[in-house]
């Protein structure tokens, strides 16, 4: 911590989120905390409720009452994520943790968004749990052992959960789908059947939704140029812009649904399955429940009437025409100077789950 306090990243984010104390406040708050349930409190729960405050953004939740057990005591699980923005993820479950008085999580968090060292020294101030990504398969094999044992250890005989994102990378098109690489990686660990394998690591599907998208328009112009190139190389320092755009830039409101564990029958259902196809119906029974929590605001709604070029849901009352100026206005601006299929990339996004529900 001392580290994270001399840190140029400490006094940039101390002059955003309390430019009235100065650029010395963060740091000092910083060196005043001694374990990291002092720093989680006093300085990244703080930070969050002060970007919040600061880009007009709004916090609701649901579903915290999932985590008590039939016994009154607060279970342990796998929250599996959907995942929209590399820090603000898994910072807004932490901070509806916190502010229910529920034990914040380990984070699994890939080692390509920690090439800056103030980056990485946050993370782990948080209790990161480093997620190796390789294009050497040997390497992505046994690391994924490595990974796979230790969570599972943290669910069995640990003290607290988990939080990992149900793909590797953000959700670029709106379509929130659960890797089944990432499924087979948590199961590496097990030693019985799929069925006992899945019923020990206790799966708690996480939906965040956004009323406005973070660093909506650099997704869509990444997903663009994939399709265009069939790569996409990005440039130094892209994955910490990414993270600082998403604290600086307005998110609406966000809700963060906390939804009720795996069930028995769930999972005798994708135990029912041949081989791999086990994983692929798991998947889909997850993908399932993410679709049914995601909540749908005005500017998913608006979007999906712009893209059909009518009103129907405007007819409905889903949205305003004053909800549908603001959200033309925001991507407008947001795509400035870029091609024009971004900003319809844009509102295909916004209305990726509205088209699917």
């Given amino acids: 911590m001392p580290y994270l306090a001399k840190s140029p990243l400490a006094v940039k984010a101390s002059m955003f989120l309390y430019p009235d104390k100065g650029p010395d406040y963060l740091p000092e708050l910083i060196r005043s905390c001694t374990t990291v349930d002092e720093f989680q409190e006093k300085v990244t729960a703080e930070a969050i409720r002060r970007d919040l405050e600061l880009t007009h953004s709004s916090l609701s939740y649901s579903g915290v009452e999932n985590f008590i057990d039939s016994d009154g005591s607060v279970g342990k699980f796998v929250l599996l994520s959907t995942h929209r923005d590399i820090v603000l993820d898994p910072a807004l479950v932490e901070y509806s943790l916190y502010l229910n008085n529920l034990p914040k999580t380990e984070i699994a968090a890939g080692d390509n968004l920690l090439a800056n060292p103030d980056i990485e020294m946050a993370m782990r101030s948080n209790r990161m749990i480093k997620v190796v990504r390789s294009d050497n398969p040997r390497v992505v094999y046994t690391t994924s052992k490595v990974l796979s044992a230790y969570i599972r250890g943290r669910i069995v005989d640990g003290e607290r959960s988990v939080w990992i994102a149900h793909r ?35 799966i708690m599907p996480v939906t965040i939704s956004y009323e406005y998208e973070t660093c909506g328009a650099l997704k869509v112009l990444e997903m663009l140029t994939r399709a265009r190139q069939g790569f996409y190389h990005k440039k130094p320092g892209e994955d910490v812009n990414s993270m600082l755009q998403g604290f600086l830039q307005p998110k609406g409101r966000i809700h963060v ?30 993908d399932e429940r993410l679709l049914a929590s995601f909540k749908l605001w005005p500017t998913n709604y608006a979007a ?48 990726a789950h509205l088209n699917k529900k």
Avoid at 175 to 200: H, I, P, V, W
Avoid at 265 to 282: G, M, P, T, V, Y
Avoid at 337 to 347: C, F, H, N, R, W
């Fill in 257 to 286: 649904d906390f939804c009720k564990p795996l069930t028995a029958e769930e999972l005798l259902r994708a135990d029912s399955a041949q081989h791999n196809e086990k994983f692929r119906i798991l998947s889909e029974i997850l």
């Fill in 304 to 351: 999906a009437d712009i893209l059909a070029g009518n009103g129907a849901y405007l007819e409905q009352g889903f949205y305003t025409a004053e909800d549908r100026e603001r959200l033309i206005a925001r991507l407008k601006h947001e795509t400035e100077g870029m091609p024009a299929e971004v900003y319809t990339g844009l509102l295909e996004l916004y209305a």
């Fill in 168 to 202: 590797g990378g953000r959700t670029k098109n709106g379509c929130d789908r659960t890797e089944q690489g990432l499924l087979k990686m948590l199961a590496m660990s097990g030693t019985g059947s799929f069925y006992d394998n899945f019923s020990q690591l206790r």
